[in-house]
Nanobody, 132 residues
Framework: QVQLVESGGGLVQAGGSLRLACAASARTFSSYAGGWFRQAPGKEREFVAVTRWSGRGNTYYAEYADSVKSRFTISRDNAKNAVYLQMNSLKPEDTAIYYC?????????????????????WGQGTQVTVSS
């Protein structure tokens, strides 16, 4: 069982920045895909970004939702079993609960990793509120 704990949410003005962190308890986290999803009130949970192991060496790939490309950056520190989401140029429409998700490595496609059903573990979420 892998436990995920998010931190770093809060209230920020439009145009500001926040950095979310997700701490994982997995022993072999370096092979896990680590993703971020978000859910705004009255809306379905949606994909934000994912960092995934290529299956070879120390190569990782990142995928982003179109709505956050060029503004958000996902990164990971395998030594700390952590995944981060740097969010810049925040907009009011980025307001949501942000969830960290993890998936043990097995063959899949980048497209599949944008769906919440592909993930094995979830954190409790952290609130991000962007005021206009």
């Amino acid at each position: 069982q892998v436990q995920l704990v998010e931190s770093g949410g809060g209230l920020v003005q439009a145009g500001g920045s926040l950095r979310l962190a997700c701490a994982a308890s997995a022993r072999t986290f370096s092979s896990y895909a680590g993703g971020w999803f978000r859910q705004a009130p009255g809306k379905e949970r949606e994909f934000v970004a994912v960092t995934r192991w290529s299956g070879r060496g120390n190569t990782y790939y990142a995928e982003y939702a179109d709505s956050v490309k060029s503004r958000f950056t996902i990164s990971r520190d395998n030594a700390k079993n952590a995944v981060y989401l740097q969010m810049n140029s925040l907009k009011p429409e980025d307001t949501a609960i942000y969830y960290c998700a993890a998936r043990s490595w097995r063959p899949t496609t980048p497209q599949a990793l944008t769906t919440s059903g592909e993930y094995d573990y979830w954190g409790q979420g952290t609130q991000v509120t962007v005021s206009s």
